[in-house]
Structure formats: C-alpha cells, structure tokens
C-alpha cells in the first residue's frame, strides 16, 4: 500500500515545517502551501489522503477554502486553530470537516487523530488491536474489559475501561478533553458536559482505593489527562 499523502495548509511557517517534518518520518508523504488560494487549489487538483487545514489563513480563510473544497471532494479535512471557541469548532464540522483541533496541540494526539480518520476512509490498513495492556501492578484485558491491580479484580464500567485503556496506551501523553471525548465516549466534546471528568474521577478513585498513587492520572488543566 503506498504511503498516505498529506497536504498543510498552514501560514505559521515554522509549524508547517515541523509538522512536515514530524509526517515524514512517519512515512508519510507531505505537500505544504501556505495561503487558502493555493492550498485550495492544490487541494482540487490533487489527490490527497488528508488535509491539515489551518481556520485564519492569508488570501483565503480556512472556512471558505473548506466549503469549496467540499463542491469537489470527501477528502478528509482536520482543522487546525488558535482559537477553542466552540461556535468555530461548530462552524468547521457544518462546513464539512472531520475533525477539529485547537493550538496549541499535543504532536502525539495529531498524529493518532491523522491515523484514525485514515483508517476510518481505508486508507491505513487496520492495525491487529492487542487484547491486553499493562503497566506496573496494572493490567488490562480487553476481551472481556477485565482489570487487575496487583492481581486484585478491579470492577469498572464499559466506558472507565475504555478511558483507563486509552490513557494508559498513550502514557506520559497528555491526552485533550475533545480527544478523550470523541475516542472514549463517541461524542463531540462540550465545555459545558462533565461527563468526562466524572468518568475520570471514578477511574482514579477505583485505582487509589486499591492502592495505587492518585498522582498517576495527572489533571493537565486547560489541556486535558495523562498517565505517568
């Protein structure tokens, strides 16, 4: 399968090139613009896996460049910017994008976000998931969503396990609310739903009242979760 190529359109140059050099040395292919004309245009005429599409853009705004692209093309479209503003992450999903990330970003989560929109559209061959996962005195088992710590049973719900899994896969990562949200509980993320936080308050009161550290599941405030 050939490798998957990726366009940035991006006028930040020093985060275009260090996204294309990141992509690079995940195998992808990368082409970058710099402008919403030319992006666009490179983004008609070519046919790419995925576009990064940063909103506040010279020429043409990121916007317009989405609706326009979308008279042509399904591509997948991530939406990069400055501003977390929930009317702009709803104006970009109306517009037709797939998904929608803040600055700034954790380079880890970008990269898993690329990966699951690519396997969503087939472009990435589907990885063979792992049916257990451990850390330390912790271990997961996905086939029936059992955990043990320290060889103790520890009862979860369906959701807790997928959020301990999630976060303990991806450990000294910290992981955002609008991530967490869309890969844990398959819904977009709000400012206003606590959900999350309760489902995350749970999983560390289970896990500390079978001894383990509080401090392992860190609260990255503005940001979002982690497991050290």
């Not at 004309?37 to 990121?62: F, T």
């Not at 399904?74 to 970009?92: F, K, L, N, S, Y």
Request: glycine share 4%; aromatic share 8%; proline share 5%.
């Amino acid at each position: 399968m050939a490798a998957p190529h990726i366009l940035i359109i991006e006028d930040d140059l020093s985060l275009n090139e260090q996204l294309s050099a990141l992509l690079i040395t995940k195998g992808y292919l990368v082409t970058q613009h710099h402008d919403g004309e030319q992006g666009l245009n490179a983004a008609i005429s070519h046919n790419y896996s995925m576009v990064l599409l940063d909103v506040r853009l010279p020429i043409i705004d990121g916007f317009t460049v989405l609706q326009r692209l979308r008279q042509h093309s399904t591509v997948p479209v991530i939406m990069i910017t400055a501003c977390a503003a929930e009317q702009e992450r709803i104006q970009g999903f109306s517009y037709g994008a797939d998904d929608y990330l803040p600055k700034p970003f954790n380079i880890t989560e970008l990269i898993l976000r690329i990966d699951a929109l690519l396997r969503r559209a087939n472009i990435l061959e589907q990885p063979t998931p792992g049916t257990t996962l451990s850390v330390d005195e912790i271990k997961l088992y996905k086939d029936n969503a059992r955990i043990t710590f320290s060889d103790k049973p520890i009862e979860m719900t369906p959701i807790q396990f997928k959020l301990l899994w999630t976060l303990i896969e991806n450990k000294n990562e910290t992981l955002s609310k609008p991530y967490l949200s869309q890969v844990v509980l398959e819904k977009e993320f709000s400012q206003y739903d606590r959900s999350l936080d309760m489902h995350l308050s749970r999983v560390r009161k289970k896990l500390t009242s079978v001894g383990m550290p509080s401090t392992r599941i860190i609260t990255s405030h503005g940001r979002g979760y982690r497991f050290e």
